[in-house]
């Protein structure tokens, strides 16, 4: 049986393991878009070859990323939709699940900021770490409200993805302050608020965000300062509600240190963990398009959506 994955979904995958597409909610975007490519190219003779080349994609997107639970969420969503017994049928239904995807995605992240944006008010200062759509998305709705805003933005070593993030707030005007990473609790005295994003929530209500989120809202608490992290429902992770736990995904040791640099250094380890979990008494709310909730409640809208779940969305009940 030919399952051979379309070149163009190994180029999402690349795209994507290269951090050229990153970010948890824009990876499940294009990871469902990805399939849809994969439907459109098909030209399965059988409605088992068609499903054999859907799963065989799945599986290499899957691979890309290990802690962005978006992504499996959304590859979950589009098999979900995928129904029928031709070819064609099983075509369609595809496409127009990953449309649907994408339109929830956009819609989630809208609803969403409406929320988080009732906890900022005007003339607050935000603190950011790394580059996150769902927490732009409060500040965003937050400026329509009116609200004057600005904000001290991390850089986000090794990847500086705090610069993506300063950009997009100057282009609404918001005052920005770039500081590096360890001068963060320096500068919790002159905010009012910590915003983050989240890669993955776990049932417990740990939140798995980039590296250096958990130091951030330890060092929050200690000065007294709240600390949000809006996700979209696509970051819960079912898999925690059965034990399991979230993969921190290992980079390349490069990122952190030039290679030529660390032979001038000598014999050391260097390790480059990309993301961190914070525990739940060190967040005050966990935002979603579903509302707000104490970290150690999400579970209840994690009860409420997620059934029957397999660690591979493409395996099992879907
Ligand atoms: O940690 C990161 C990105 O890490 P990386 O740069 O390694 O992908 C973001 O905070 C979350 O993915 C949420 O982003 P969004 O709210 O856009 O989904």
């Not at 918001?174 to 009012?192: G, N």
Request: charge should be negative; aromatic fraction near 4%.
């Amino acid at each position: 049986m030919d399952t051979e994955v379309a070149p163009a979904v190994e180029a999402v995958a690349a795209d994507i393991a290269e951090m050229e597409i990153r970010g948890a909610a824009t990876i499940a975007g294009a990871a469902a878009e990805a399939l849809a490519t994969q439907a459109r190219a098909s030209d399965a003779g059988t409605a088992d070859q068609f499903r054999a080349e859907m799963h065989a994609a799945a599986s290499y997107l899957y691979d890309t990323r290990p802690t962005a639970v978006s992504l499996p969420n959304a590859l979950r969503f589009v098999f979900q939709g995928m129904d029928g017994t031709t070819v064609e049928s099983l075509r369609q239904s595809a496409v127009d699940a990953a449309e649907r995807f994408q339109s929830q995605l956009d819609r989630a992240q809208d609803d969403l900021g409406e929320i988080g944006a009732n906890r900022l008010r005007d003339g607050d200062t935000v603190m950011t770490h790394c580059h996150s759509t769902d927490a732009l998305a409060c500040v965003e709705a937050a400026l329509d409200q009116g609200k004057d805003l600005s904000a001290v933005v991390k850089e986000t070593r090794p990847r500086n993805q705090g610069h993506i993030t300063a950009e997009q707030l100057r282009q609404w005007d918001v005052p920005v302050t770039l500081i590096v990473d360890s001068a963060a609790r320096r500068y919790l005295d002159e905010v009012d608020h910590v915003l983050v994003g989240a890669d993955a929530v776990a049932a417990d209500g740990s939140v798995v965000n980039k590296i250096g989120t958990s130091g951030l809202a330890v060092s929050a608490r200690e000065r007294g300062v709240p600390i949000m992290t809006a996700a979209q429902i696509i970051k819960l992770h079912p898999g925690t509600m059965t034990g399991h736990t979230v993969e921190i995904e290992m980079r390349d040791e490069d990122e952190v240190i030039d290679p030529s640099e660390r032979e001038e250094i000598g014999q050391i380890t260097v390790e480059n963990p990309a993301f961190d979990v914070t525990p739940p008494r060190y967040m005050d709310a966990i935002v979603t398009e579903r509302g707000q909730f104490p970290p150690e409640s999400i579970v209840t809208l994690m009860r409420e959506l997620f059934g029957e779940t397999s660690a591979r969305p493409w395996e099992g009940p879907v």
